[in-house]
């Protein structure tokens, strides 16, 4: 079995338990129970996949401490696993305008997906720097045993 497993910032939980904490110096113990708890468990979270290449299937979840939250999936003839470039900008994706960095590095991000030959066509495993999603998705593409395409620059070659 593999597995791939991330930490992640969830704004939403940290604003909940810093809530609680103002509740509980401000004397008023039970909000600070409803907003901090919630808050608290939530806060140090988790994203990862398994894949267990015996049983061909897949689980993406969320892990919040020991609690993991996400089904089995099978996937269903997998045919190569690639590693993508994609341009960061905050028009396409976010609701409300920001900043977004200038066209360079830190504008990039690249994402690993697992090509299947079904109608969902890819499923998208996870996302970070260039070299680590890489070695993730030589890793994956050995398990599976079916090549990888890196596609990360203008020019698509297979790695495996």
């Not at 079995?1 to 909940?16: C, D, G, I, Q």
């Not at 061909?56 to 939250?69: A, H, N, Q, T």
Request: glycine share 6%; charged share 20%; net charge positive.
């Amino acid at each position: 079995m593999y597995t791939y497993e991330k930490f992640n910032v969830r704004l939403l939980s940290w604003f909940l338990l810093l809530l609680g904490i103002i509740f509980i110096f401000s004397g008023m113990y039970t909000e600070a129970a409803i907003f901090g708890l919630p808050g608290a468990l939530t806060a140090v979270s988790y994203t990862g996949f398994n894949i267990d290449p015996e049983k061909m299937r897949i689980r993406k979840y969320d892990r919040f401490m020991w609690v993991c939250i996400g089904q089995w999936q099978p996937i269903q003839d997998p045919m190569y696993v690639t590693v993508v470039r994609v341009m960061l900008s905050g028009k396409r994706t976010m609701p409300l305008p920001i900043i977004v960095p200038q066209t360079g590095r830190a504008s990039r991000t690249y994402k690993i997906n697992l090509v299947v030959n079904t109608r969902e066509r890819y499923i998208p495993l996870t996302y970070g720097n260039r070299r680590a999603m890489l070695q993730e998705g030589l890793k994956i593409a050995t398990l599976l045993h079916i090549k990888l395409l890196d596609h990360t620059t203008s020019e698509k070659h297979w790695l495996a």
